[in-house]
């Protein structure tokens, strides 16, 4: 039988065991029953204003739906609560032999003094169960109590994106007394504290272990009061791989793509305009489908950045094209209009008789300029006389080129060692083959190194 040090604060059940013949050796088998004077005890079991020191201990069975969108995630545990009772005097035959603890039915949980925590930041908080409760009280001798559980609960978390999606999210769960203040209960955690299961695999994090823990016991705003706190510390870290494969690989090969338009022939404008614009939206199609993985959110992400770069090089690309073509046009442009300018001599026998003396008529854009010249003698000074239209003396062939060059400077000049006309629209193509990909890998060398930095100095 099981005596209490007082008759008014009876609290607990009372062995008695009933005589059961047995049929070989009239042996006597304990049973459990309440009395029916029981009165439940509800305060704690603390001696002289200390607090009932209760340890928690929690085995995480399952972490699944880690919901970004609501900011969530499930974890499947068993939880262990163990503090000690000592106003419970118990006899020894209700022990097995050999053994130091006797395991009650969780029925008998509710008849007695139990502290009473509960995750503060817990959306939905269950005990499993199939056919009863998964849940049992343990009675050891030196009169400590272990309450031991099988439970699921939805844990909120307060998730950060800037380094999406290198991201690492730090999940806390705060776990205590729900009216008991730390004069009276205050909890810690046990030896085992929090245990993950070695079989646990997620399918894009990584949990980082070891898991932080702690305990408070200061003032609580919402409780007006100081109470006892535990809060262990999930680590989720997101496994880049899937976006290696999925993200970066896929738009790096885009930008690379749009780099074949510079080796493509300027007047192959529906060639070039074509895989232009195609990149564009290939990444703007890739960009709206990664948005749909993560809610909106008003800060710039780590992914945001790297989308942006790539889009920003393929409309480079696309405004180079657009700009060589502008100076082809001037190119062309000019060209024509050096070729007008230039004059057309044409020698003409006015007279139309054979002799020494002759006339050229020169038509320079609407004017025409006659001058006399000897046919005969190459050597004799020509002759002017009044044009027949009334024009500015035209100047001369070589005058005219100095003019021609001075005139599409812009857009074309000669190259002093090799004597070739150089074009501006095939200089900036020919040089964008290479510009382009230097700028490209020194955005990634940047890129990556910074991002790595900041996950490292977040975690």
């Not at 046990?190 to 997620?202: D, F, R, Y």
Request: proline share 6%; glycine share 4%.
């Amino acid at each position: 039988m099981v005596h209490c040090t007082r008759p008014t604060t009876l609290f607990f059940l009372i062995w008695l065991c009933n005589d059961v013949v047995s049929k070989r050796n009239h042996t006597l088998k304990p049973r459990v029953v309440l009395p029916e004077n029981y009165v439940k005890e509800m305060r704690p079991p603390s001696l002289k204003g200390h607090p009932v020191v209760v340890e928690f201990s929690i085995y995480v069975v399952d972490v699944n739906s880690i919901n970004v969108e609501d900011m969530d995630f499930r974890v499947d545990m068993f939880i262990r609560q163990t503090w000690s009772e000592s106003r419970l005097q118990l006899p020894d035959d209700i022990f097995e032999e050999g053994d130091d603890h006797v395991t009650l039915p969780p029925e008998f949980f509710d008849n007695l003094w139990h502290p009473d925590p509960y995750f503060l930041n817990s959306k939905v908080t269950e005990i499993a169960e199939l056919t009863h409760k998964f849940s049992s009280v343990t009675l050891y001798r030196n009169r400590t109590v272990r309450y031991a559980a099988r439970m699921h609960a939805i844990i909120a978390c307060q998730m950060e994106f800037q380094l999406y999606p290198m991201d690492i999210q730090s999940c806390p769960i705060y776990i205590e007394s729900f009216s008991y203040s730390n004069q009276k209960v205050r909890f810690r955690w046990s030896e085992a504290g929090v245990t993950i299961n070695p079989e646990l695999k997620l399918l894009q994090y990584n949990i980082g272990e070891p898991l932080r823990l702690e305990e408070t016991n200061g003032y609580m705003i919402d409780k007006d009061g100081n109470y006892s706190r535990l809060v262990v510390y999930f680590r989720f870290e997101r496994q880049i791989g899937h976006h290696l494969i999925q993200t970066f690989a896929p738009s790096s090969l885009v930008v690379m793509l749009s780099w074949f338009s510079f080796w493509l022939d300027l007047d192959a404008i529906p060639g070039r305009v074509t895989l232009l614009v195609t990149c564009m939206l290939t990444l703007v199609t890739m960009f709206t489908g990664l948005r749909a993985d993560i809610p909106p959110v008003a800060y710039v992400k780590a992914l945001d950045l790297w989308m942006a770069g790539c889009m920003m090089f393929v409309f480079a690309a696309l405004g180079e094209f657009v700009v060589v073509k502008v100076l082809d046009k001037q190119y062309q442009m000019n060209k024509t209009k050096a070729q007008e300018s230039m004059p057309r001599i044409i020698p003409v026998r006015l007279n139309g008789e054979k002799g020494s003396c002759g006339t050229v008529a020169a038509w320079e854009g609407s004017g025409v300029r006659c001058r006399k010249v000897d046919l005969t003698s190459p050597t004799s000074p020509p002759a002017s006389t009044p044009s027949v239209n009334a024009t500015p003396a035209a100047p001369t062939a070589h005058i005219v080129g100095v003019e021609r060059r001075q005139s599409i400077l812009q857009v074309a000049w000669l190259d002093t060692d090799t004597g070739q006309e150089r074009i501006l629209w095939y200089e900036i193509d020919r040089l964008s083959r290479i510009v382009f990909p230097a700028l490209f890998l020194l955005f990634v060398t940047m890129y990556w190194p910074v991002l790595l930095l900041k996950t490292k100095a977040w975690s």
